[in-house]
């Protein structure tokens, strides 16, 4: 953390050596993310279907076994599970025209927050009809769509939180995107750019153009914050 408490990813792309082509390198990533999914679905999927199939044609065959057999076929239902939840979470929405929060909301909403770590957790989703009116650029639209997220997923799975709330809201710099959780919080050495998912989000962020800072929120947890980048802003 810096010592005025925001973490050390509140800092501007290196306008001096950052690359030209940002954007079209967050376009090969994100294309190599649907290769993924591809291969998901057609070189792995396929296969566990199919042992699945099998397994049950043996627990039909042969009742004595069936005991036995429970136990892999569940691992099977897991892995497939596991598959699609990938599949979903590395392909980009159709439909993006009501801005990234709201294709945000819909995914999560739909996926990360129906599981059983996040039955405890109240969520809001806060001006949304705001964000839905904006002009989003291709790439920031990505960016924050992918951040939202990831910063919901790490609240889900780490923060142990049970209130979430995710705005945005218009202000004097163009807009600010939030997600805030009243959860354990995180301390300078849990925002570090060993982190995977983070160190992710600040890489989304400096490619489109835009300010990430994570550190304490309000009250207490964690509060993830995305703002465009503006001339006045950024660090001489």
């Known amino acids: 953390m810096t010592p005025d408490g925001e973490s ?3 800092q501007a792309p290196d306008q001096t050596g950052a690359e030209p082509d940002d954007s079209q390198r967050m376009r090969a990533f994100e294309a190599e993310r649907q290769t993924i999914v591809g291969e998901l679905h057609d070189d792995l999927l396929p296969y566990l ?3 699945a199939g099998s397994l049950a044609s043996l627990q039909r065959q042969h009742p004595e076994l069936k005991s036995k057999l429970d136990q892999p076929a569940q691992w099977i239902d897991q892995a ?7 599949m979903s979470g590395a392909a980009l929405p159709s439909d993006f ?3 990234p929060l709201v294709a945000a909301k819909e995914f999560l909403e739909s996926v990360v927050l129906t599981s059983n770590d996040a039955k405890s957790l109240s969520v809001q989703w806060v001006h949304l009809d705001g964000s839905a009116q904006l002009d989003w650029q291709e790439t920031q ?5 992918r951040i939202v997220c990831e910063a919901v997923r790490n609240v889900v799975r780490h923060a142990d939180a049970t209130e979430l709330v995710i705005s945005w809201q218009a202000n004097e710099n163009g807009w600010t995107v939030s997600i805030q959780d009243n959860g354990v919080g995180l301390d300078g050495q849990s925002v570090s750019k060993s982190s995977h998912g983070i160190t ?7 490619a489109a153009g835009l300010r990430l800072t994570i550190g304490a929120g309000q009250t207490a947890g964690t509060e993830v914050t995305v703002t465009p980048w503006t001339i006045t802003a950024q660090p001489e």
């Open 8 to 10: 050390a990813f509140d």
């Open 49 to 51: 279907f199919a042992a």
């Open 80 to 86: 497939r599970e596991i598959a699609r939840r990938i």
């Open 97 to 99: 025209s009501s801005g």
């Open 141 to 145: 639209t990505i960016a924050v769509y």
């Open 200 to 206: 992710l989000m600040r890489e989304r962020a400096n």
